[in-house]
């Protein structure tokens, strides 16, 4: 795919796929990643995927980023100009129940994401935080000058 390749990560959340979908637009190749874990509706999902893969320039992988040897097959077959992860295991209050999958999903997935990259040059990284480290804080809109010190 070259240097107009993007990799999008949780390319079948809202933000990945619209992004994916302007992406495709503007004339990138994408390459989409995507669990399909059900914290949200799956349904929606594949609809939203279905839709990209309308386009030639997509393609899907579906995999979790804590999938080392997955996120390495993918960085093997392509060189990407940029990578966008957005994929996480959403939901504050599953992470109280769930702590493991939080640790898989958002750090080492991220370890993964991040080691891929360095090893075979991604152009740039791109990576999406959380509203929750806003916590507390009432004050709308949120900025990065902010207080995060009352977290969720």
Same mark, same amino acid.
């Given at each position: 795919m @070259?240097?107009?390749?993007?990799? *999008?990560?949780?390319c079948a959340?809202?933000i !990945?796929f619209h992004? &994916?979908?302007?992406?495709l637009?503007?004339?990138?190749q994408v390459?989409?990643l995507d669990?399909?874990?059900?914290y ?10 279905s ?13 979790s980023l804590?999938d080392?040897?997955a996120?390495?097959?993918?960085f093997? @077959?392509?060189?990407?100009?940029a *990578?966008?992860n957005l994929?996480?295991q959403? !939901?504050?209050?599953? &992470? ?7 640790i898989?999903?958002n750090i080492l997935g991220?370890l ?8 075979h040059?991604a152009g740039?990284?791109i990576f ?8 507390a804080n ?6 990065v000058?902010?207080?995060?010190d009352?977290?969720?």
């Open positions: @070259g240097h107009h390749s993007i990799l *999008v990560t949780g959340g809202f !990945g992004l &994916s979908m302007r992406l637009k503007d004339g990138y390459v989409g669990n399909l874990n059900d949200y509706d799956v349904s929606l999902k594949q609809s939203r995927l839709l990209l893969e309308k386009d030639a320039g997509f393609r899907f992988v579906y995999a804590e080392k040897k996120v390495e097959g993918i093997c @077959g392509d060189s990407f100009h *990578v966008i994929a996480a959403a !939901g504050v209050r599953y &992470s109280l129940t769930n702590p493991y999958a939080y898989d999903s991220f993964n994401i991040l080691e891929a990259c360095r090893h040059g740039h990284l999406a935080s959380s509203s929750s480290v806003y916590g009432r004050k709308m809109p949120f900025s000058h902010d207080n995060v009352h977290a969720n």
